[in-house]
Nanobody, 129 residues
Framework: QVQLVESGGGSVQTGGSLRLTCTASGYNSSAGCMAWFRQIPDKERVGVAKIGAGGDELYYVNDVRGRFTVSLDSAKNAVYLDMNNLKPEDTAMYYC??????????????????????WGQGTQVTVSS
C-alpha cells in the first residue's frame, strides 16, 4: 500500500509564502525521486520541482527557480515545497508524485505517463493580486 498526501495549501496575496508538505506512507520518500507538479483547471499538469534520493539532486523549472525550494525530511518521511514571492500565475492545484522502486529522477513528462507513478490528492494554492 503506497500513498502520498499533500497539505499546506491556502490563499495568499502576491509576494506571500507557503510551505507545502507531501507525506509518504508505504515506502521511504528518501529512497527515490520525489516531484511536485501543478495544474490549472482545464490545463495540462506540469512539473515544478523534484528532489533525488537522499536529497542530493535538485531540479526546478525556470518559472519557479530562485523562489521555490524543495527539501526532504527523512525522519517524517516527507518532502516540502517552500514557495516564496508567490505570484498570481502560481495559482494551481499542487500535486506530489513518485515512482516506487525507481531511484533516479526521470523527466517530468516521463513521470506523468509512467504506469507506476503514485500521485497525491492535491492541495490548492491561490495567489491574489
Amino acid at each position: 500500500q503506497v500513498q502520498l498526501v499533500e497539505s499546506g495549501g491556502g490563499s495568499v496575496q502576491t509576494g506571500g509564502s507557503l510551505r507545502l508538505t507531501c507525506t509518504a506512507s508505504g515506502y521511504n520518500s528518501s529512497a527515490g525521486c520525489m516531484a511536485w507538479f501543478r495544474q490549472i483547471p482545464d490545463k495540462e499538469r506540469v512539473g515544478v520541482a523534484k528532489i533525488g534520493a537522499g536529497g542530493d539532486e535538485l531540479y526546478y523549472v525556470n518559472d519557479v527557480r530562485g523562489r521555490f525550494t524543495v527539501s526532504l525530511d527523512s525522519a517524517k518521511n516527507a518532502v516540502y515545497l517552500d514557495m516564496n514571492n508567490l505570484k498570481p500565475e502560481d495559482t494551481a492545484m499542487y500535486y506530489c508524485a513518485s515512482i516506487p522502486r525507481v531511484r533516479v529522477c526521470l523527466p517530468f513528462g516521463s513521470m506523468e505517463i509512467h504506469k507506476d507513478t503514485v500521485w497525491g490528492q492535491g492541495t490548492q494554492v491561490t495567489v491574489s493580486s
